[in-house]
């Protein structure tokens, strides 16, 4: 079983669409973040949640709404889609919150907007 | 504020070759680093992390990586790679409160067999 799964692993979506990312663990972990990694592979870590609860928000524009209906989920939903949205989403979990406990990353989902 | 920075932004060395990436990182209280390898179309994985202690630190796949407080240096070093190194490096501070983490730039490391 795969630790940290996101679907879908590809998405191509047009301007202006909303659509969802889902991540899920089976980890049993409590912490969940959503990365963002750009075209030149630059890694900035967007939202965090513990046990459902929101952690960090980092500044990302109000299109971007994380969802957590229970801490082994993190769904990222993203609406008026733009260009500049086009990136690799990585979801990523950890025991608890800190960095102490070490973090299992999913596999990204790649996310084209034409 | 926290940075990293990793000064290497594309790296080709032949097999057999030794390697040592530079990151530097910019922050005053506990340090928390690590190094990340991500091969082409996977997740991150984790190669080491430094928290406290002797800095020398060894990691997987042969790996290591120094802790030079005074330069504020997190070198990853290997002394031959191989052609499945071929990956790309990230340099990352973590915070010890809310775990997030920062990441540097990246290198691309491409190993020629």
């Known amino acids: 079983d795969t630790a940290v799964s996101q679907t879908p692993k590809y998405l191509v979506t047009q301007m202006g669409n909303d659509k969802s990312i889902k991540c899920e663990q089976n980890l049993g972990h409590d912490t969940m973040y959503w990365y963002k990694q750009d075209s030149k592979k630059f890694l900035k870590i967007m939202f965090s949640?513990?046990?459902?609860?929101?952690?960090i928000n980092e500044t990302v524009p109000n299109r971007f709404s994380p969802k957590s209906p229970d801490k082994a989920h993190l769904n990222l939903h993203i609406n008026s889609l733009e260009l500049g949205d086009s990136a690799v989403y990585f979801c990523?979990?950890?025991?608890?919150?800190?960095?102490?406990?070490?973090?299992?990353f999913g596999s990204g989902t790649r996310l084209t907007v034409v | 504020a926290q940075s990293v920075s990793q000064h290497n932004h594309h790296v080709i060395l032949s097999e057999a070759a030794s390697l040592e990436l530079g990151c530097n990182y910019s922050y005053g209280g506990t340090v928390n680093l690590f190094w990340y390898v991500q091969y082409p179309g996977q997740h991150l994985q984790l190669l080491l992390k430094y928290f406290s202690g002797d800095p020398l630190v060894k990691g997987i796949k042969g790996f290591e990586a120094e802790f030079i407080k005074s330069k504020f240096s997190f070198n990853l070093r290997k002394p031959s790679v191989q052609w499945s190194d071929t990956a790309e490096y990230f340099c990352a501070h973590g915070s010890s409160n809310t775990g997030k983490l920062i990441f540097g730039q990246g290198t691309t490391l491409q190993v020629k067999p």
């Open positions: 949640y513990n046990n459902k609860e929101l952690i």
């Open positions: 990523a979990s950890s025991q608890r919150t800190g960095v102490g406990y070490g973090y299992t």
